[in-house]
């Protein structure tokens, strides 16, 4: 395979990463909407309620962090890889794969979709803590 085709596919490859992280932070930020506006119901109701809400947006927001962590070692190895084509193959002289490629200026813990789902962790657990301690509904 030429230079320039296994240029496009690797790119290609990392596009489709790409979107899939931005459909899974859509999907997460939506049904943590959803299960905001149950919250606000749920709240002076039945306590048992309020922790399933809570404990399922918890969980949720855990499982589409994993999810961007496995996107995000998929774009890397696709880096290596053409790193490792590139090196092997050095008559290519096209645009790189990648427009930054492990640019490390902002580390990948403080974008959106290495914190986002972790601190709406911490978010339910907080509300099911205070909502506990606060003796509030039934």
């Given amino acids: 395979m030429n230079s320039?085709?296994?240029a496009a596919i690797t790119r290609s490859m990392i596009e489709h990463e790409?979107?899939?992280l931005h459909h899974r932070m859509t999907w997460m930020w939506t049904l943590q909407g959803l299960l905001a506006a149950a919250l606000v119901f749920a709240w002076e109701q039945d306590s048992l309620?309020?922790?399933l809400i809570c404990a399922f947006g918890a969980l949720s927001s855990a499982s589409f962090g994993l999810s961007f962590v496995s996107s995000l070692i998929a774009v890397n190895n696709l880096l290596t890889l053409w790193h490792a084509y590139a090196r092997d193959n050095p008559g290519?002289?096209?645009?790189?794969?990648?427009?930054?490629?492990r640019l490390k200026v902002i580390p990948t813990?403080?974008?959106p979709w290495g914190?986002?789902?972790?601190?709406s962790v911490v978010f339910w657990l907080a509300v099911a803590t205070v909502r506990s301690t606060a003796g509030v509904g039934p």
């Fill in 115 to 119: 914190l986002l789902p972790w601190l």
């Fill in 4 to 6: 320039e085709r296994y």
């Fill in 109 to 111: 813990v403080l974008k």
């Fill in 49 to 51: 309620l309020l922790w």
């Fill in 92 to 101: 290519y002289s096209g645009p790189p794969v990648i427009g930054t490629p």
């Fill in 18 to 20: 790409n979107i899939l």
